[in-house]
Protein backbone atom coordinates (compact mmCIF):
# COMPACT_ATOMS: atom_id res chain seq x y z
CA UNK A 1 0.00 0.00 0.00
CA UNK A 2 1.29 3.45 -0.90
CA UNK A 3 2.60 5.57 2.27
CA UNK A 4 1.16 9.19 2.38
CA UNK A 5 3.23 12.29 4.21
CA UNK A 6 1.13 14.79 5.51
CA UNK A 7 1.66 17.72 8.11
CA UNK A 8 1.28 17.43 11.18
CA UNK A 9 -0.78 20.20 12.00
CA UNK A 10 -1.73 23.22 10.37
CA UNK A 11 -2.65 26.76 11.73
CA UNK A 12 -5.65 28.86 10.18
CA UNK A 13 -8.33 31.63 10.98
CA UNK A 14 -11.98 31.37 10.04
CA UNK A 15 -12.79 32.65 6.50
CA UNK A 16 -9.45 31.63 5.19
CA UNK A 17 -9.09 29.32 2.69
CA UNK A 18 -6.83 25.83 3.65
CA UNK A 19 -5.07 23.57 1.61
CA UNK A 20 -4.01 20.55 3.10
CA UNK A 21 -1.01 18.52 1.00
CA UNK A 22 -0.56 14.89 1.18
CA UNK A 23 2.59 12.68 -0.65
CA UNK A 24 2.37 9.46 -1.88
CA UNK A 25 5.14 8.80 -4.17
CA UNK A 26 4.29 5.20 -3.93
CA UNK A 27 0.88 5.35 -5.69
CA UNK A 28 -0.49 2.51 -8.06
CA UNK A 29 -2.31 2.16 -10.79
CA UNK A 30 -4.94 1.45 -9.69
CA UNK A 31 -5.47 3.84 -6.32
CA UNK A 32 -7.45 6.27 -5.34
CA UNK A 33 -6.70 9.25 -3.06
CA UNK A 34 -9.20 9.38 -0.63
CA UNK A 35 -9.75 11.99 2.92
CA UNK A 36 -11.22 11.52 5.92
CA UNK A 37 -11.93 14.33 8.54
CA UNK A 38 -12.43 13.19 12.27
CA UNK A 39 -13.56 15.40 15.13
CA UNK A 40 -12.73 14.58 18.99
CA UNK A 41 -14.51 11.96 20.26
CA UNK A 42 -16.40 10.91 16.68
CA UNK A 43 -15.51 8.45 14.77
CA UNK A 44 -13.77 9.21 10.37
CA UNK A 45 -16.04 10.70 8.37
CA UNK A 46 -15.73 10.52 4.40
CA UNK A 47 -15.19 13.94 3.04
CA UNK A 48 -13.65 13.56 -0.98
CA UNK A 49 -12.20 10.72 -3.33
CA UNK A 50 -10.74 11.14 -6.14
CA UNK A 51 -8.40 9.75 -9.13
CA UNK A 52 -6.78 12.31 -10.96
CA UNK A 53 -7.37 16.15 -11.97
CA UNK A 54 -10.30 17.99 -9.64
CA UNK A 55 -13.18 16.50 -7.74
CA UNK A 56 -15.52 19.24 -5.92
CA UNK A 57 -18.64 18.22 -3.72
CA UNK A 58 -20.10 20.46 -1.07
CA UNK A 59 -17.58 20.50 1.60
CA UNK A 60 -14.13 20.91 -0.27
CA UNK A 61 -12.03 20.49 -3.26
CA UNK A 62 -9.24 17.64 -4.30
CA UNK A 63 -6.59 18.96 -6.53
CA UNK A 64 -4.48 15.93 -8.39
CA UNK A 65 -1.63 16.42 -10.63
CA UNK A 66 -1.37 14.52 -13.51
CA UNK A 67 1.92 12.46 -11.68
CA UNK A 68 -0.52 11.25 -8.96
CA UNK A 69 2.07 11.97 -6.33
CA UNK A 70 0.50 14.14 -4.08
CA UNK A 71 -2.79 15.40 -3.76
CA UNK A 72 -3.92 19.12 -1.98
CA UNK A 73 -7.46 18.64 -0.10
CA UNK A 74 -8.68 22.60 -0.14
CA UNK A 75 -11.32 23.87 2.46
CA UNK A 76 -12.78 27.30 1.53
CA UNK A 77 -13.61 29.36 3.85
CA UNK A 78 -12.76 27.63 7.08
CA UNK A 79 -14.61 28.31 10.31
CA UNK A 80 -14.24 27.20 14.19
CA UNK A 81 -16.12 24.07 13.67
CA UNK A 82 -13.86 22.91 10.56
CA UNK A 83 -11.54 22.21 13.41
CA UNK A 84 -10.48 18.26 13.32
CA UNK A 85 -8.04 15.62 12.17
CA UNK A 86 -7.81 15.34 8.71
CA UNK A 87 -6.37 11.96 7.00
CA UNK A 88 -5.09 11.36 3.81
CA UNK A 89 -5.90 7.68 2.29
CA UNK A 90 -4.21 6.08 -0.63
CA UNK A 91 -5.51 2.75 -1.89
CA UNK A 92 -7.12 0.79 -4.02
CA UNK A 93 -10.82 0.83 -3.69
CA UNK A 94 -12.12 -1.58 -6.34
CA UNK A 95 -12.22 -4.90 -3.76
CA UNK A 96 -14.97 -5.37 -1.73
CA UNK A 97 -13.79 -5.02 2.13
CA UNK A 98 -11.15 -2.71 1.59
CA UNK A 99 -9.54 -1.83 4.93
CA UNK A 100 -8.80 2.25 4.94
CA UNK A 101 -5.26 2.32 6.03
CA UNK A 102 -4.81 5.53 7.96
CA UNK A 103 -1.45 7.33 8.89
CA UNK A 104 -1.72 10.01 11.83
CA UNK A 105 -3.43 12.69 9.68
CA UNK A 106 -2.83 16.59 10.11
CA UNK A 107 -4.87 18.05 12.87
CA UNK A 108 -6.33 21.49 11.81
CA UNK A 109 -6.79 24.25 14.17
CA UNK A 110 -9.26 27.07 13.51
CA UNK A 111 -8.84 30.21 15.15
CA UNK A 112 -11.56 33.31 15.26
CA UNK B 1 -31.03 8.70 13.38
CA UNK B 2 -29.66 6.26 11.47
CA UNK B 3 -26.28 5.99 11.54
CA UNK B 4 -24.12 3.27 12.89
CA UNK B 5 -24.05 3.01 17.00
CA UNK B 6 -21.91 1.20 19.43
CA UNK B 7 -22.03 0.46 22.97
CA UNK B 8 -20.99 1.05 25.19
CA UNK B 9 -19.31 4.61 24.53
CA UNK B 10 -17.40 4.01 27.44
CA UNK B 11 -16.05 0.74 29.18
CA UNK B 12 -13.32 0.88 32.57
CA UNK B 13 -12.43 -2.29 33.40
CA UNK B 14 -9.76 -4.13 35.47
CA UNK B 15 -6.73 -6.07 34.09
CA UNK B 16 -7.27 -9.37 33.62
CA UNK B 17 -11.49 -8.74 32.68
CA UNK B 18 -12.87 -9.35 29.90
CA UNK B 19 -15.20 -6.59 28.06
CA UNK B 20 -17.46 -6.95 25.46
CA UNK B 21 -18.56 -3.67 23.20
CA UNK B 22 -21.61 -4.35 20.18
CA UNK B 23 -21.88 -2.32 17.06
CA UNK B 24 -25.36 -1.99 14.92
CA UNK B 25 -24.57 -0.99 11.37
CA UNK B 26 -26.52 1.11 9.07
CA UNK B 27 -29.42 -1.38 8.07
CA UNK B 28 -28.78 -3.09 5.28
CA UNK B 29 -25.13 -2.22 5.05
CA UNK B 30 -23.43 -5.81 4.49
CA UNK B 31 -20.11 -4.90 5.09
CA UNK B 32 -18.69 -4.48 9.18
CA UNK B 33 -15.05 -3.13 10.00
CA UNK B 34 -13.83 -2.99 13.37
CA UNK B 35 -11.00 -0.41 14.19
CA UNK B 36 -8.90 0.53 17.09
CA UNK B 37 -7.21 3.79 17.75
CA UNK B 38 -4.97 5.22 20.28
CA UNK B 39 -4.13 8.95 21.19
CA UNK B 40 -2.30 10.58 18.30
CA UNK B 41 -3.00 8.41 15.83
CA UNK B 42 -5.28 7.26 13.39
CA UNK B 43 -7.90 3.92 12.81
CA UNK B 44 -5.80 1.02 12.60
CA UNK B 45 -7.93 -2.07 10.80
CA UNK B 46 -8.99 -5.17 13.00
CA UNK B 47 -10.98 -7.18 11.21
CA UNK B 48 -14.01 -7.47 8.51
CA UNK B 49 -17.09 -8.84 7.91
CA UNK B 50 -19.35 -9.36 5.21
CA UNK B 51 -22.81 -10.29 6.08
CA UNK B 52 -21.82 -13.07 8.66
CA UNK B 53 -18.32 -14.20 7.39
CA UNK B 54 -15.28 -13.15 9.07
CA UNK B 55 -12.90 -12.70 5.76
CA UNK B 56 -10.03 -10.81 7.31
CA UNK B 57 -7.85 -9.77 10.38
CA UNK B 58 -5.05 -8.23 11.37
CA UNK B 59 -2.31 -9.19 13.03
CA UNK B 60 -3.16 -6.86 15.68
CA UNK B 61 -6.28 -9.18 16.23
CA UNK B 62 -4.40 -11.44 18.99
CA UNK B 63 -6.06 -14.64 20.15
CA UNK B 64 -7.52 -12.39 22.95
CA UNK B 65 -9.76 -10.51 20.61
CA UNK B 66 -12.70 -12.08 19.22
CA UNK B 67 -15.33 -11.10 16.95
CA UNK B 68 -18.78 -12.26 15.53
CA UNK B 69 -21.56 -10.93 13.66
CA UNK B 70 -24.15 -14.22 13.95
CA UNK B 71 -26.79 -13.44 11.99
CA UNK B 72 -25.15 -10.45 9.51
CA UNK B 73 -26.69 -7.71 11.53
CA UNK B 74 -25.00 -6.11 14.86
CA UNK B 75 -21.67 -7.06 15.57
CA UNK B 76 -19.77 -7.69 18.97
CA UNK B 77 -16.26 -7.45 19.93
CA UNK B 78 -15.01 -9.30 22.78
CA UNK B 79 -11.40 -9.45 24.53
CA UNK B 80 -10.37 -11.53 27.14
CA UNK B 81 -8.04 -11.19 30.03
CA UNK B 82 -7.86 -7.34 29.34
CA UNK B 83 -4.13 -5.91 29.04
CA UNK B 84 -3.24 -1.92 29.80
CA UNK B 85 -2.04 -1.78 26.32
CA UNK B 86 -5.71 -2.43 25.38
CA UNK B 87 -6.83 0.77 26.14
CA UNK B 88 -8.04 2.59 23.25
CA UNK B 89 -10.73 4.11 21.27
CA UNK B 90 -12.51 0.73 20.00
CA UNK B 91 -14.47 2.08 16.31
CA UNK B 92 -17.14 0.17 14.27
CA UNK B 93 -17.55 0.90 10.86
CA UNK B 94 -20.52 -0.54 8.25
CA UNK B 95 -20.56 -0.14 4.03
CA UNK B 96 -22.69 -1.15 1.95
CA UNK B 97 -22.48 -3.81 -0.77
CA UNK B 98 -21.54 -1.20 -3.30
CA UNK B 99 -20.59 1.49 -3.20
CA UNK B 100 -18.38 4.01 -5.93
CA UNK B 101 -16.12 5.00 -2.85
CA UNK B 102 -15.52 2.46 -0.99
CA UNK B 103 -17.03 5.01 2.13
CA UNK B 104 -17.16 3.72 5.17
CA UNK B 105 -19.35 4.80 7.95
CA UNK B 106 -18.40 5.10 11.09
CA UNK B 107 -19.78 4.77 14.93
CA UNK B 108 -18.97 7.20 17.41
CA UNK B 109 -16.33 4.55 19.05
CA UNK B 110 -15.93 2.60 22.42
CA UNK B 111 -13.62 3.85 24.89
CA UNK B 112 -12.33 1.14 26.85
CA UNK B 113 -9.49 2.21 29.67
CA UNK B 114 -7.93 -0.64 31.49
CA UNK B 115 -6.43 -0.06 34.92
Known amino acids: LAKTTQPISMDSYEGQEVNITCSHN???????ITWYQQFPSQGPRFIIQ???TKVTNEVASLFIPADRKSSTLSLPRVSLSDTAVYYC?????????????FGKGTTLSVSS | DTGVSQDPRHKITKRGQNVTFRCDPI?????LYWYRQTLGQGPEFLTY????????KSRLLSDRFSAERPKGSFSTLEIQRTEQGDSAMYLC?????????????FGPGTRLTVL
Open chain 2, 93 to 105: ASSPGQTPYNEQF
Open chain 1, 26 to 32: NIATNDY
Open chain 1, 50 to 52: GYK
Open chain 1, 89 to 101: LVGDVGGPGTALI
Open chain 2, 27 to 31: SEHNR
Open chain 2, 49 to 56: FQNEAQLE
